[in-house]
Nanobody, 124 residues
Framework: QVRLVESGGGSVQAGGSLRLSCAAS????????MAWFRQAPGKEREGVVG???????AYADALEGRFSISRDNAKNTLYLQLNSLEPEDTAIYYC??????????????????WGQGTQVTVSS
């Protein structure tokens, strides 16, 4: 079965960086769209960035430039590089995979499988 396991979260000061990882198993990595979402306290989960199976990406407007998605097919791992972090970036970050064809890369309902999340906390 498909399994997604996030790691790399932690506590950093504003301006710092983190790299999140999502280790995938149970399917042929690279053949499905994947994405990162986040959910801040008291807010709904929102799309951060998605990557389609052929490599095209879609970023949330406010985050492109600070965040960067990549994947390593040899390691079955999706990454999210977080730079210039701000306290407003504090959230649980989730990895998702297997987008329904034709649906938005950044829409929560587009994805079938989810990881458990990793906490990112940014202090001022």
């Amino acid at each position: 079965q498909v399994r997604l396991v996030e790691s790399g979260g932690g506590s950093v000061q504003a301006g710092g960086s983190l790299r999140l990882s999502c280790a995938a198993s149970g399917y042929t990595f690279g053949t499905e769209s994947m994405a990162w979402f986040r959910q801040a306290p008291g807010k709904e989960r929102e799309g951060v960035v998605g990557i389609a199976k052929f490599g095209e990406t879609a970023y949330a407007d406010a985050l492109e430039g600070r965040f960067s998605i990549s994947r390593d097919n040899a390691k079955n791992t999706l990454y999210l590089q977080l730079n210039s972090l701000e306290p407003e970036d504090t959230a649980i970050y989730y990895c998702a995979s297997h987008r329904v064809p034709g649906r938005s890369l950044l829409e929560e309902s587009s994805y079938r499988f989810w990881g458990q999340g990793t906490q990112v906390t940014v202090s001022s």
